[in-house]
């Protein structure tokens, strides 16, 4: 029988605080050694501080906020360009700028302390929950908060875990108890209990799964265990390593397969395979002892709120020295085709052979009207031939306007197979259009 050398207690909270404070100052500075790129995980390991990691668990960097204390919860922007962290201990939402050095822009003071977890919207704006207190803060994309939701929490009485569904409205959420419960932020109505989890064990961090409404089930990290429920609530799979009894964060791998999660008792943290739930990465130790890793999340996790639905088509031509033309069809989920991209200049030419990243977003200050769509922004990164070679990488932002498309805008990084950047480009539109669908 496997021992519960980790209980866990619903006090959890008061050791983040006070070990928290301990660690702090013993973070290294962020070198930003290479840039953050899809699949990237960002490891939650107090003194203000997150270890990062490739998708292979290779050991990247470390990025500090010099403030000490617990860091947990993390997520990226729906646009990808600015990483959103939780210090616990001293309720903030840190933000950092993903181009290298990956500097801090901005320190956004919660009105709630702790600060532990946070979640985006499709329309970019953000949740923030946490312990104790039993408000779930929304927050718009400049980091103003604008409204305040007061839920009924089990456990430490405050929203600990949040994840936001599909339909923009329906939080679910966990708070170190045994249920996941569920609240309406759009009408401030608490809603039935989503589950009771069986046994014991404190339920934390946790993710919807497709189709992010609660229909497909979600995962939930449950202290001895992580479970897997189905869309009635019901435990339909275990996951778990010998020796761990105190899984806490969990964030889902953007291939839609695999999903990430972290023992605080060990430092530890795993890629699983979601069906089989085969260990696919891992153990990678963080070095920083017990009672460290409260947060784990990645750059291009899938999300349930996340826009999915909708695709952009167009191109033009952008004038940066020489001529610069696109033609593109790209959908907002990854997984679905067709997806084209067309890139001439100086009689080179990417041609793009595997979609990898796609982040669909509605900013506030673009209105792409008409048709509306839900979205104005199109972000996204692949893989193809530069010059008929394969191995070569691309990055992009496109943005619709609205007509004619004079207002439209496109930036577009491209690497080759050796790593040599063959063409940055940004500009708004000389020629062309850029047409965002919804679904």
């Known amino acids: 029988m496997k021992k519960n050398t ?4 619903k006090t959890a909270w ?3 605080l006070l070990i928290g404070l301990y660690v702090a100052g013993t973070s290294q500075p962020a070198r930003a050694v290479t840039p953050w790129v899809t699949g990237d995980v960002f490891v939650g390991v107090s003194g203000g501080s997150y270890q990062v990691y490739d998708n292979t668990g290779v050991f990247k960097e470390t990025i ?6 617990f860091t947990t919860g993390c997520a990226f922007n729906l646009s990808l360009d600015k990483l959103y962290t939780t210090n616990f201990s001293n309720a903030q939402v840190v933000v950092y700028n993903d181009p290298s050095p990956h500097s801090i822009a901005q320190f956004i003071s919660t009105g709630r302390s702790p600060t532990e977890s946070v979640v985006f919207a499709s329309n970019g704006h953000f949740f923030v929950g946490g312990p104790i207190n039993p408000d779930i803060e929304e927050y718009d994309a400049a980091g103003n908060l604008i409204d305040t939701d007061t839920v009924a929490a089990d456990g430490t009485g405050g929203p600990d875990w949040i994840d936001l569904a599909a339909d923009q409205a329906t939080m679910f959420f966990a708070s170190e108890g045994r249920d996941i419960r569920r609240f309406d932020v759009v009408n401030d109505v608490q809603l039935p209990n989503f589950a009771t989890l069986p046994g014991v064990g404190n339920a934390f961090a946790l993710r919807l799964l497709p189709p992010g409404d609660g229909s497909g089930g979600l995962l ?20 778990d390593v010998a020796g761990e009894d105190s899984w806490f964060a969990l964030n889902l791998d953007p291939n839609g397969t695999s999903f990430w999660s972290g023992n605080f008792g060990t430092a530890n943290f795993y890629r699983f395979n979601i069906a089989s739930g085969a260990v696919e990465v891992g153990p990678i130790n963080t070095g920083t002892g017990p009672s460290t890793l409260f947060g784990i999340c990645l750059k291009g996790e899938l999300t349930a709120a996340q826009p999915k639905e909708g695709r952009m088509t167009g191109g033009g031509s952008v004038f940066q020295g020489s001529r610069v033309t696109h033609g593109f069809q790209l959908h907002c989920d990854a997984s679905q085709g067709p997806n084209n991209l067309e890139v001439n200049w100086n009689g080179n030419r990417f041609h793009l052979e595997t979609l990898t990243s796609a982040a669909c977003s509605d900013a506030p200050n673009i209105d792409e009207a008409p048709p509306v769509a839900g979205f104005d922004t199109y972000k996204g990164e692949g893989t193809g031939r530069y010059n008929g070679v394969s191995g070569a990488t ?4 496109f943005t619709d306007a609205g007509e004619p498309g004079g207002g439209d805008f496109a930036e577009i990084v491209i690497t080759d197979a ?21 679904e």
């Open 6 to 9: 980790w209980r866990i207690s």
């Open 394 to 397: 691309a990055a992009w932002t």
């Open 14 to 16: 008061v050791l983040l």
């Open 418 to 438: 050796n790593g040599n950047n063959v063409l940055t480009v940004s500009g708004f539109l000389n020629r062309g259009n850029h047409q965002a669908h919804k």
């Open 220 to 239: 939930v990290a449950d202290g001895l265990e992580v479970k897997r429920l189905d869309g009635a609530g019901n435990v339909v799979q275990t996951y």
């Open 64 to 69: 500090s906020d010099g403030l000490g204390g």
